[in-house]
């Protein structure tokens, strides 16, 4: 047997002040025909990244409308996952494609998943490519099966993706983020879905906290919370972009010496490129004690990344490649000022001048931070409409309305 998540209790109900009754109802009444249906959530870690953080809340507000939803982690090893890291950098656009032996192994792991996946359900979802073969050697153990995607699939590694494109057919059904990530080889043959993520407004990251509990927190860290603080959240890789985002802390602070760099990421213990990368994140900082580079084995958890995202007179999020960027959202529904790469989902979430802006150089992402330090009026009235924007469209309950509908076309 697969190993289950234990996940908390969640109720539908308390989101109605947020979101408003009439999507609350669209999914009381969606979920009367869904009703009973048994549900599995396929993906390949509990830990870390945006697919838990949705499924965290995902999972418990589907049973709390009447599904019998559950979630199973995949095993593997290191070889594995060595595998499938490479299999996700080629399909966010990397030259290299697996080598042979790699394919091997990223089969001979689905095999082994497949053997201990229980059967017996109504739609089995697959998060992403790593357990994506599953499907094709136990496809009796589900009624339907639907492929939910969450990396940027613009600009694929062509072979990389040609491999997969077979497998993504046999499904009842796939989910990309945005239209520019459904691979053109499907070609129309199969349902696409397009369903962008959402967060937890209830959630410990997200939930409000006090002006005075998120300085109290980010103290603790050494922010001198009198001075003005910049800050990105988010894992130590290349394609998230920390050290544009201390090219541009410099720009800044050329003009205004006081601000403050925080730089908050989570880090897995058996990814080596990670640490590679903070290293060399901290070699760049080069000992400036305005920059604070944390990561999660500093104790940073939800509250912390909640307190540093509440604090911050802007949150950036100045990535390269952007499958969505939950931390955009995040940071907009704490009515922050917002400043976003021009990449992937970011744009979804901000349309430049209104809810935030959007730049592609550490100079106008400098340029701009300025002009937000300088006009306070401005950053309210962007972080307010970035927060509007953000109920209206990325709150969990209107996700859980999308895959009603869904359960209910599948039939
Ligand atoms: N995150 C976190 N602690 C950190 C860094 C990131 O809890 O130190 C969370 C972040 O708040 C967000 C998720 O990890 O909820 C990252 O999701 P996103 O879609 O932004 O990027 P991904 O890591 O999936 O590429």
Known sequence: MLQPVGVGHKSLADYTHLVGRPLIEEIRALSEKAKGLKILHLSATAFGGG???????????????????????????????????????????SPEDLSTEEWHVYEKFNEINARQLSGGWDVIIVHDPQP????????????????????????????????LVPLIEEYD?????????????????????????????????NMALSPEDAAFVCDQFGVDVDRPMIAQVSRFDPWKDPLGVIDAYRLVTEEMPEVQLALVGSMATDDPEGWQFFNSTLEYAAGDPDIKILNNLNQVGSIEVNAFQSQAEVVIQKSTREG???????????????IGGDVGGIPLQVQDGT?????????????????ILREPELG????????????????????????????????
Not at 355 to 371: D, I, N, Q
Request: contains cysteine.
């Open 173 to 205: 059904g796939s989910v990309y983020h945005l239209d520019r990530y459904v691979p053109a080889a499907l070609n129309g043959r199969r349902p696409v879905h397009l369903l962008p993520p959402a967060i937890d407004p209830l959630s410990p990251k």
């Open 380 to 411: 309210k009235r962007l972080g307010r409409a970035g927060k509007e924007h953000v109920r209206r469209h990325f709150l969990m309950p209107r996700l859980l309305r999308d895959w009603l509908r869904i359960f209910n076309d599948l039939g």
């Open 355 to 371: 809810t935030g802006f959007l730049v592609r150089s550490p100079e106008e992402c400098a340029e701009r931070a300025l002009r």
């Open 132 to 163: 994506l073969a599953v499907r094709r050697l136990v496809a009796e153990k589900a009624k339907h099966w639907v492929w939910r995607c969450h990396i940027d699939l613009s600009t694929p590694n062509e072979t990389t993706l040609n491999r």
């Open 51 to 93: 697919v838990s953080e949705i499924l965290y809340t995902l999972v418990p507000l589907m049973r709390d409308v009447g599904l019998e939803t559950d979630w199973q982690v995949i095993v593997g090893r290191e070889e594995f996952f060595n595998a499938t890291k490479l299999l996700h950098n080629a399909l966010q656009g």
């Open 324 to 338: 969505f960027g939950l931390t955009v959202s995040e940071a907009l529904w704490k009515a922050r000022p917002f």
